[in-house]
């Protein structure tokens, strides 16, 4: 399915050393911290409006790569988190038809910093996945080249053995999305840490899905009592982790002491990256077509000619 939106221009709000603002700042005769009289909170100055306008127009893109996945509600995040965040090296573990990684391409190619984005899967599919057709590897190959040349690297192998393709210490952002029991995604967590750069951010997918076999959310629960972190509930769930103690401020206000609640920026986070995500979900499996069995008589046969009703 394709969103219901048209390909917008490519912004480039992401790369700009001193972003677009008002020459004379709309509300530099309100100051910030004014509050509308009917309202808890302060008002936005102008400047602040031009942010949050760079904000919407950066979680509001439409994806340039979109296919069926459960992981369509997050692009929104991926956008937003790749132009705070910034990283020269990006690793994902499971990439498949590539909306993640192609999320994450998307952004990073209007960074400057940006090296390289690493997608590791086998393209085989695994027991959550089952096996899917080749076209899906190969559609992906062309867009990335197409699309971003020497920045997408496709590595068609497990994740262990893409552990001698990347430097210890280098991954700035790492994607866990690959088999979802509790025992693998804690392997790849654990064998992908040495790759980590000290103030790396790592995303989890599914940390919000409770299925049979889905074990994603008790290791979450674990990192969660141990790291700084942000869970998003939407798409079967997003974590958010934080490594080292250095992390962008926008991001930094979002994340949750280890055990601790989540800060209110968080949950109106949550809101907002669900709401914009929603339009890009799945749309709900229609309901199975239910027929109703008729009596084969000769009334009915007469009502059926006749266009009456069925007894
Ligand atoms: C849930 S899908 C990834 C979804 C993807 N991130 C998206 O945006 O739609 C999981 C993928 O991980 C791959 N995979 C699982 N375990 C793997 C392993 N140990 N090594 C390589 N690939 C693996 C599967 O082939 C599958 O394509």
Redesign the pocket.
């Known amino acids: 399915m394709v969103p219901d939106r048209q390909f917008e221009a490519e912004r480039s709000v992401l790369d700009q050393d001193e972003p677009t603002r008002p020459s004379k700042p709309m509300g530099d005769t309100m100051p910030a911290t004014t509050a509308a009289p009917w309202s808890d909170k302060p008002a936005l100055a102008g400047q602040d409006m031009a942010s949050v306008w760079d904000l919407v127009s950066i979680v509001a893109e439409t994806p340039r790569w979109y ?1 069926m ?3 369509s509600g997050h692009v929104p995040f991926a956008l937003w988190l790749i132009s705070v965040l910034r990283p020269a090296t990006l690793v ?10 192609c999320a994450f391409l998307q952004a990073m190619a209007r960074c400057e910093r940006a090296r390289q984005a690493v997608a ?7 027991e ?2 089952g096996s899917y057709p080749e076209h899906l590897y190969l559609g992906l190959k062309a867009h990335c080249e197409e699309q971003y040349g020497g920045l997408a690297r496709l590595l068609r ?4 053995e893409a552990l001698d393709e990347v430097a210890d210490g280098t991954v700035d952002l790492l ?1 866990i ?4 029991t509790y025992e ?1 995604v804690r392997h ?1 967590f654990e064998t992908w840490l040495p790759k980590l750069a000290p103030n790396a951010v790592v995303l989890f ?1 599914d940390v919000a899905e409770r299925r049979p076999r889905f074990g994603v959310w008790r290791l979450w629960d674990e990192l969660c009592g141990r790291h700084r972190t942000l869970t998003f509930e939407h798409c079967s769930g997003l974590g958010v982790l934080a490594i080292g103690p250095d992390v962008p401020a926008p991001l930094a206000s979002l994340l949750s002491d280890p055990g601790e609640r989540p800060p209110p920026a968080a949950l109106a986070a949550r809101r907002l990256f669900a709401v914009f995500g929603a339009e890009l979900q799945l749309p709900p499996e229609p309901p199975p077509v239910v027929r109703k069995r008729v009596p084969r008589t000769p009334a009915n046969l007469w009502a059926f000619l006749t266009k009456r009703p069925l007894v």
């Open positions: 296919r996945s459960a992981w994902e573990l499971g990439t498949y038809s590539g909306v993640s990684f590791v899967d086998t393209w085989q599919g695994d959550f996945t192998m497990t994740f262990d994607h999305d690959g088999s979802h693998a790849d997918h």
